[in-house]
């Protein structure tokens, strides 16, 4: 847990026990962890104030929602065009996922549509329409075989 040094013994375990589940209680991890609510509330509240912690979400599997369609770009951008196709992207409710990456693609992008005629319209007026694209792969994602959201310890 090389990346977790900063943190003390207490800390590391609350977040193992967090990403193992983040619905556990603050009594729930005091319990587990021989200490008082009062103490992993504080802790908890420490480490979200580090902003170690940056929120708590639900997980959604798109393939299990009835015609959701998953998506993923690579797309490589001229240098002037970089911050301006970032703000499109970021912009949509659409897209899931931004990154940022090195290699011949300059962004790695993520996105989820509710049916084919949703993936039409955003491919035509949103991905086909971004300025100074140089190349840019469309891929659709037919099965998610391994997806870790997060941290694993």
């Known amino acids: ?5 900063g943190l003390n013994d207490i ?3 609350i977040i193992a026990l967090l990403i193992e589940n ?7 991890i005091a319990e ?6 009062v103490a992993i509330k504080n802790h908890i509240d420490e480490l979200e104030k580090k902003g170690v912690i940056e929120g708590y979400t639900t997980i959604l599997n798109p393939q299990k929602m009835s015609d959701a369609i998953s998506l993923y770009f690579d797309i490589e951008t001229r240098p ?3 911050r301006e196709v970032v703000e499109i992207l970021n912009s949509q409710d659409h897209i899931t996922q931004l990154y940022r990456t090195t ?3 300059h962004l790695h ?3 989820l549509l509710s049916s084919q005629d949703e993936m039409d319209s955003f491919l035509h007026n949103v991905m086909d329409q971004l300025p100074g694209i ?3 792969t469309t891929n659709v994602i037919l099965t998610r075989i391994k997806d870790i959201k997060g941290l694993r310890l």
């Not at 983040?22 to 729930?28: D, H, L, V």
């Open 80 to 82: 002037e065009s970089f």
């Open 22 to 28: 983040a619905r556990y209680t603050y009594s729930q």
């Open 32 to 37: 587990k962890l021989g200490l008082s609510r």
């Open 109 to 111: 992008v993520h996105a």
């Open 1 to 5: 847990m090389m990346f977790l040094e």
């Open 103 to 105: 290699g011949d693609y």
């Open 11 to 13: 800390d590391q375990k």
């Open 134 to 136: 140089k190349h840019m």
